[in-house]
């Protein structure tokens, strides 16, 4: 089955063919970019036979930017299909399931209205993933259409582990943690379990999905049973601009003091916060690890807190588990920093686990990092997102329930 799938995001489109004839490898990639250039859109496409498609399109027009970069399936020089028909269904990333969605389901009206309904709780993303549902139900009319929920993942987290310490009424209003990166998290998991050569449901695995967002998965048997990020993306490790886990007390004084408003604050601790708060330069670690080792100060502390709030969590996750089979590492600077995986890893000497040092360098084969004599198992390894939402894509249209036949004219 061919099946197109799109990860809608506020500042960036990334959109992937997967066709039987290429498995897990897309026959086809593209991404959208709106950060680059005020006024301007980047569109580039990939085939994974080797063309490639770029553009740059004067428009703020999110609408026709999707529609251009779509059309880039059958036109141009990155074409892989003869045309729209060619496409079975389309898979969507969409950040926020609330309560309502343990599983991926065929979109219909009922599951656009709770999408739209749960923009609150995720401003940044639910917005951009509805968006990308209807320009695709107006481009693909009449193909099916999947949400996959970031958050379904997490949806069977203990109750002690889901609820907030406020008011028990909080809980019965749907404030209570959600959990993101649920896709990538079960993908990696299964993943971990499929190089250890043991089944999943035997495992206890810490999973660190640590991207430009970040947050890390208790996963006992492959059920997640604790996460960092809670109600919102907001909660948990310090990322890469925003903060984490601040003591509200903090928010509670500054709208005491009457400068901020609540927009003012939610800016402030999604987008100025984290790395690039504290080192006022950039919320890339790669920049944030070469000045501090040029000395920058501001840069040093930045560096430090990450390493410090990585290893509290970590060691949070562990209390959620029975023991501890592997810990995986996963997405920007999961995959590609041995100085994350050391600075993880280092405090768990006492658990046995030992990093191989002949091991740590970048490399784009998933692999165990983990010293030989280790007691604990650790992985790199690369998420595929889109791969894990086209999967989850084909499981829901062949679970979903058949049409029943018209009743025969008397
Ligand atoms: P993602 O959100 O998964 O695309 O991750 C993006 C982030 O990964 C970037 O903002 C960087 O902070 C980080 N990253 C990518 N490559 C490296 C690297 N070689 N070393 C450290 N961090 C990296």
Redesign the pocket.
Known sequence: MTILVINAGSSSHKAALFSPDWGSRPQWRSHLDWSREPGWVHLAAQTADGRSHRDRLQTQDPTLALRALIETLWQGPAAVVEGPTAIAAVGHRVVHGGTAYQHSVVITPDVKATIRDLCPLAPAHNPANLHGIEVLETLLSGIPQVAVFDTAFHSHLPRAAATYAGPYDWLLQGIRRYGFHGISHQYVAQRAADLLQKPLSTLNLVTC?????CSLAAIRGGVSVDTTMGFTPLEGLMM?SRSGSVDPGIVLHLLRQGNLTATDLDRVLNQGSG?RGISGLS???????DQAEAGHDRAQLALEMFIHSLRRHLGAMLASLDGLDAVVFT???????P??WQAACEPWQWLGLRLDPTQLE?CDRDRDIAAPDSAVRVFVIH?QEEWAIAQACQTALANRPAVPAPAAEP
């Open positions: 999905h640590l991207g430009n967002g890469g790395l919320n890339d670690l790669r920049t944030i690890i997405a920007g600077i999961g995959e590609n920093s100085l994350i970048r998420t």
